[in-house]
């Protein structure tokens, strides 16, 4: 078994050390930071901190404000809140005019469990995606989430970054090192490729696990980066393995396995299958009854994975 | 740099040659919003001449006092006032909305003196406040004016930033209603009420008052008294008619979005001379 690891408490923490090595940083949430863990950060910097209260879209202005003048400005809350409550605020003060505003969303997908379909976040990557200038990424463990929340405060321009509530497992050791718009191969194989983001990464490598007892190796490919898509790995392993799955928290429109397909389309078409919601919301429960009863879960990447390895020997014939 | 102090009569030929500019501007672009931008010349020529510390020929000056526009509507009042107080040349006004002019149809960043892409109402006083905490950050002294529509004053993000603004006691901003009473659709009153005004900001925690918002002296009066109380922030209510200046838009809703015909043109600078 893996060890646990949770992203936000990697995302708090992180923010309070940036804090003191970028004394431009300034930090926003919306009456969450208990849950978000931008508290820790608040304590250590309470002047470069603005709680704005339950109001998401003024907070959002509030942050491209601070931006214009100069500051790097992480705005923080729930994921539901961050995208689809406040998009209007994110098109027009954070992606027209580029600001440098990074949006650090807590508890996204459904993993968020038990507060049910209000607060789960199964849009957010593709009305984030949606914005031009957005660069959209969904870190898989705390390591990566460090990483991640450093380089979007180090580089200028809208960033969304997506965590999560429930701890996840660790994927990455200290020597791990995140690359602008690149994927990560956290397994080799040439049957097929399994292109996952967030905590689906950890269970597509069990489902690779489980696959190479059946003789199918497969390759996982963890792709932090929703946009912009390591199109370069996706073609390598659309060449190489001849058929992709796609496993995201996330509905099947508009985020990682739509963004996939249509650059496979394309440059290199070969079979797909999508492990990801369906056109339906979930219900309350424990984040792993409800990623199994809404098919994220390793049993489903395993049936994508055969189903399109089928498609691939039928096409081959 | 603005020159010396103007005079009162200066400025209202200053305002006199604004509305001119609206009307030539929106009557050449065949689209555009004559009415609130008629409506809200005053006070623009009156921040833009006379109470903005800003440098035209340096548009990124860190010290600057903003003004941003969120009734964004009125664009083209804007860029005749940035125009003629040096931002960019006053020939450019005629490429109002044509592919490729630094003109939007609603103001966006990539023109001088612009702070803000802005255009989707109530979004503007958020970054206001945004602006306002940055200076009391930087130990900066630059003062934040935000122009709002009383339409917009529908939008619930206005009384977000409201309540936001005296939250975090910000004296540097400054907040102007255009209060014209009228809306796309037609009189406030009949669509959505927004009275009593500023009684709701100051029920925020605003400092508030109420001028007549085409009477020079008196906006820049108000303009002065802001600042105090210390810690709150100060809105002034303008008391306008849109339209004014011409006789045939004056509080008709019509004007609110459409341009003036050339025959329409024509007989508003008749009357603007």
Not at chain 1, 38 to 60: D, K, L, V
Request: charged share 20%; glycine share 8%.
């Amino acid at each position: 078994m893996r060890e646990l690891s949770s992203t936000r408490e990697a995302y708090g923490r992180t923010l309070a050390l940036l804090g003191k090595e970028n004394p431009d940083l300034v930090v926003l949430d919306a009456d969450l930071s208990k849950s978000t863990m931008t508290q820790y950060f608040a304590r250590e910097f309470p002047e470069r901190f603005f709680n704005c209260g339950i109001a998401e879209q003024n907070m959002m202005g509030i942050a491209a404000g601070l931006a214009a003048s100069g500051k790097t400005a992480v705005a923080s809350t729930f994921a539901v809140f961050a995208s689809s409550r406040c998009f209007d605020q994110l098109r027009i003060c954070i992606s027209q005019p580029r600001s440098n505003v990074k949006v650090i969303a807590t508890h996204g997908g459904i993993s968020v469990g038990e507060d049910g379909l209000s607060h789960h976040s199964i849009e957010d990557l593709a009305l984030v995606c949606a914005l031009p200038g957005f660069t959209v990424l969904v870190p898989a463990d705390d390591v990566e989430t460090e990483l991640a929340v450093r380089m979007a405060c180090a580089l200028p321009g809208p960033f969304y970054i997506r965590l999560g509530r429930p701890k996840v497992p660790r994927l990455f050791d200290n020597t791990y090192q995140l690359t602008y718009g690149k994927a990560v191969v956290l397994r080799q194989g040439y049957d097929a490729t399994i292109v996952a983001t967030g905590l689906m990464s950890a269970r597509a490598l069990e489902a690779a696990d489980s696959l190479a007892q059946e003789g199918i190796e497969c390759r996982v490919l963890h792709m932090p980066w929703v946009k912009p898509l390591d199109e370069e790995a996706v073609s390598q392993a659309a060449a190489e393995t001849g058929a992709i799955i796609t496993a995201e928290e996330h509905l099947q429109h508009g985020g990682l396995g739509s963004r996939v397909a249509q650059f496979v389309v394309r440059h290199s078409p070969v079979p797909m299958e999508f492990v990801a919601m369906k056109d339906v919301y979930a219900k309350s429960g424990t984040p792993d009854q409800l990623l199994q009863r809404y098919g994220l879960s390793a049993e489903e990447i395993v049936r994508a994975v055969r189903s399109s390895v089928a498609s691939k020997k039928r096409l081959l014939k | 740099m603005i020159e010396a102090q103007r005079t009162d009569r200066e400025l209202q030929l200053i305002a006199r040659n604004l509305r001119r500019h609206i009307i030539n501007m929106t009557a050449t672009a065949g689209s555009g919003h004559p009415g609130g931008s008629l409506s809200s010349v005053e006070i623009v020529a009156t921040l833009f001449f006379r109470v903005l510390r800003h440098r035209p020929t340096e548009p990124e000056w860190a010290e600057r006092d903003r003004f941003i526009l969120s009734k964004a509507h009125a664009a083209p009042l804007l860029y005749a006032a940035l125009a003629e107080t040096g931002y960019f040349p006053t020939t450019e006004l005629g490429t109002l909305r044509k592919l490729d002019s630094r003109l939007q149809g609603h103001p966006d960043k990539i023109c001088p003196g612009v702070e803000m892409t802005c255009g989707s109402l109530g979004q503007g006083l958020s970054f206001g406040i945004g602006t306002a905490l940055a200076a009391r950050l930087d130990g900066l002294g630059y003062r934040v004016y935000v122009l709002l529509g009383d339409g917009e004053c529908d939008e619930g993000q206005v009384w977000e930033a409201a309540m936001a603004a005296a939250h975090f006691n910000l004296d540097n901003l400054i907040a102007v209603i255009d209060h014209n009473k009228i809306q796309l659709d037609g009189w406030n009153k009949q669509i959505m009420n927004v009275e009593p005004l500023a009684e709701k900001w100051q029920a925020f925690g605003w400092h508030a008052m109420e001028v007549d918002g085409h009477n020079i002296p008196e906006i820049q009066e108000a303009f002065g008294q802001t600042g105090s109380p210390k810690g709150k922030p100060s809105v002034i209510v303008a008391h306008t008619v849109k339209g004014k200046g011409v006789s045939f838009m004056e509080n008709n809703p019509d004007f609110h979005g459409k341009a003036p015909s050339a025959g329409e043109a024509a007989r508003a600078l008749r009357e603007l001379e």
